[in-house]
């Protein structure tokens, strides 16, 4: 009976527009990984980089853990990813084009209680295309309450 942890980066499809996704493991250490099953994380200002061929997840802040003791982890740190060769040699590649960058999108715990990141490769919107997104927000809400009225 573990309790499932959903951390949302509710800014990224407001602000990117969502290419593919990807679902990769995380290196962590034992009191990140206890700070995340409390819910005490963040990633809305996160990005992913290459280093030597490794992705890393740079600027996603998780708290530290109330009761750690001297061995407790920094706050916001680089945290490896884990994905298969493919998918990173495939990522690389769409990263180095113009234009595209790494975010993550959803911090979770699955059924084992193992904590994942979904990263999604994006492209940046412009000013415009917000709009457009914020009138297609409304109508369909819009939509929606005269749905419920009937």
Request: charged share 35%; aromatic share 8%.
């Amino acid at each position: 009976m573990l309790k499932t942890i959903n951390i949302l980066n509710k800014r990224a499809k407001f602000d990117y527009e969502i290419i593919e996704t990807y679902t990769a493991g995380i290196v962590l250490t034992g009191t990140e990984i206890k700070s995340i099953r409390l819910g005490k994380a963040n990633i809305t200002e996160g990005f992913c980089e290459f280093h030597n061929g490794e992705l890393f997840a740079i600027n996603t802040q998780i708290d530290e853990y109330l009761y750690g003791n001297q061995f407790n982890h920094k706050a916001k740190s680089e945290r490896k990813l884990l994905l298969n060769k493919r998918e990173l040699r495939k990522l690389e590649k769409a990263f180095d084009t113009k234009g595209l960058t790494i975010i993550p999108l959803r911090l979770f715990t699955n059924e084992k209680g193992i904590a994942k990141l979904d990263i999604g490769l994006c492209r940046g919107k412009k000013t415009y295309d917000k709009r457009e997104s914020l009138k297609e927000q409304d109508t369909k809400r819009d939509l929606d309450r005269i749905k419920k009225s009937f």
